[in-house]
T-cell receptor, first 115, second 112 residues
């Protein structure tokens, strides 16, 4: 069974704090994704990584950065947390198949509240 | 125009009916199309994927893809109350990337 594990289910942080969200997958997937999900806005892509140390910006990268030093781990960093970053954060991974997407497996999500 | 568009719903159907969910996308280079189901408070899980024009059936689910018209749909036959969830359409953004973009989802309610 593919497993994508996010380090925290719930997190409460203060405005201005630096926040790290960790995601680990155990299936040797090349691709990893960070999304945030907000009511009425759906899943929005923050960052995408297709290999170690490789990353691409998604639709809403402002205020976020990412790190992928090892294939199995993809970290999302909120440089200085703000209240508008209160959201559900979902990590996903998939493997690459010659130009075609394959199924993305999701972690359980981290509900982040910034106060 | 949004890259992946879905009607937010709710779509209400009686138990046993066919539920039809639709999705349009803007990038003609997209090659991979997915339907995910998300129950309230849970993570999305894959229902079906389709890569080629036409229909693909899996049990009570049928995915339909029309690349010329840039739409993909999901039919759920013999709808059950347990099918009540939000259904997310996902598309790869460009032909040479695995970047996966989601629509906002359609909420389906199946009533007994």
């Amino acid at each position: 069974d593919v497993k994508v594990t996010q380090s925290s289910r719930y997190l409460v942080k203060r405005t201005g704090e630096k926040v790290f969200l960790e995601c680990v997958q155990d299936m040797d997937h090349e691709n990893m994704f960070w999304y945030r999900q907000d009511p009425g806005l759906g899943l929005r892509l923050i960052y995408f990584s297709y290999d170690v140390k490789m990353k691409e910006k998604g639709d809403i990268p402002e205020g976020y950065s990412v790190s992928r030093e090892k294939k199995e781990r993809f970290s999302l960093i909120l440089e200085s947390a703000s209240t508008n970053q209160t959201s559900m954060y979902l990590c996903a991974s998939s493997y690459h198949l010659r130009g075609m997407n394959t199924e993305a497996f999701f972690g359980q999500g981290t509900r982040l509240t910034v106060v | 125009q949004k890259e992946v568009e879905q009607n937010s719903g709710p779509l209400s159907v009686p138990e046993g009916a066919i539920a039809s969910l639709n999705c349009t996308y803007s990038d003609r280079g997209s090659q991979s199309f997915f339907w995910y189901r998300q129950y309230s408070g849970k993570s999305p899980e894959l229902i079906m994927f389709i890569y080629s024009n036409g229909d693909k059936e899996d049990g009570r689910f049928t995915a339909q893809l029309n690349k010329a018209s840039q739409y993909v749909s999901l039919l759920i036959r013999d709808s059950q109350p347990s099918d009540s969830a939000t259904y997310l359409c996902a598309v790869n953004r460009e032909s040479n990337t695995d970047k996966l973009i989601f629509g906002t989802g359609t909420r389906l309610q199946v009533f007994p």
